[in-house]
């Protein structure tokens, strides 16, 4: 790929892709065959300041860049989509507080996000709200100096394990009466529901939460009352960049699973990787890798600019989604009857691949915001 990096973009992918290869490689099948949480390798993470890219030194992160973090999460998602999905999860909590927060909530909520002393959850999602997030219900009504909070929030990942919940509840009626709250994981009245076995993503945590007149205090509001929708929003524009890292990180492994399995297996006389058809599928994997690659640093690279990126974010996660199952499916057909089995890495691959286009915004909802961005920017 010709993308021009920085020597110290060249020093943080390939710090990653050796700790990712040495550190989460050798685990990651025995990880999600289980349905563990890798809590050793997430702390890791935490210890090598991966939660604090996108944070400034005097907030504890690093201050790397939007390019910075979405290479470190391809190699990550390279060997392990449900590590890279918690990363990518904390980062969507840390940048709201980030943008919206006051200096005291950024002091003590983003700073131990940021240094890796917790993971985040951004509790958005409902059981009747997911891709309009305004017509969510979980209610905060004011009384005196707190809310109180009551609802229930569905798929939320990294809940069991989260510092802190970014939580979207409504104060008024209407789009506009959505409202940001930081909740502190112990906080009374949150209750944590029991963890979802999933298609895939099995290392990773999902979990539903329950809020049973859960206190929260005024000082804890994200933002003015009000603002819940655009912060969800900008949160998730940003969190599109995150998943379609993932998803290129995922394009790559289907790669490197396919080209190594094609060039030992033999068939005919000769490895399979010397017959056409095997090499269309090589090719178009190779492809999708390239551009999906492409596309996502188009929209880093804007995000570092401090450019408008809403449209990029989107199209980068629509192409490099749907472009991870195209290839998912391809690389698994290359691998024939043993890609079916369990303990063949591309089996993990091609089930991790598939909720890709359903979160942070499924397939559909991505083709509204690049269109409608499209429709304003002419």
Known sequence: ??????????????????????????????????????????????????????????YGGSAAGAVSYSL?????????????????????????????????????????????????????????AGSDPSSLSTSAEKKGKSYILNGTKQFITNGKYAGIFILIARTSPGKNGLTAFLVPAGSKGLVIGKEEKKMGLNASNTVSVFLEDCEVPEKNLLGRPGMGLEIALNALDSGRIGIASQATGMI?????????????????????????????????????????ALLTWSAASLKDKKLPFTREASIAKLYATETLNRCAYKALQVFGGYGYIRENKIERLYRDARVTTIYEGTSEVQRMVIARETEQGL
């Open 1 to 58: 790929m010709n993308i021009q990096l920085t020597d110290e973009q060249i020093m943080i992918r390939d710090m990653m892709r050796d700790f990712a290869r040495s550190e989460i490689e050798p685990y990651a099948q025995e990880y999600n065959g289980r349905g563990e949480y890798p809590e050793k390798i997430i702390r890791k993470l935490g210890e090598l300041g991966l939660y604090g890219m996108m944070v400034p030194e005097s």
């Open 72 to 128: 470190a999460l391809q190699e990550i998602a390279f060997s392990c989509a449900s590590v890279a999905v918690t990363l990518s999860v904390t980062n969507l909590s840390t940048e709201p507080i980030l943008r919206f927060g006051t200096d005291d909530q950024k002091r003590k909520f983003l700073v131990p996000l940021a240094s890796g002393e917790h993971v985040g959850a951004f509790a958005l999602t409902e059981p009747g």
């Open 252 to 292: 790559g492994a289907c790669l490197q699973e396919a080209v190594t399995y094609a060039g030992e297996r033999r068939q005919f006389g000769k490895a399979i990787i010397k017959h056409q058809s095997i090499q269309a599928m090589i090719a178009d994997i190779a492809v999708g890798h390239e551009a999906a």
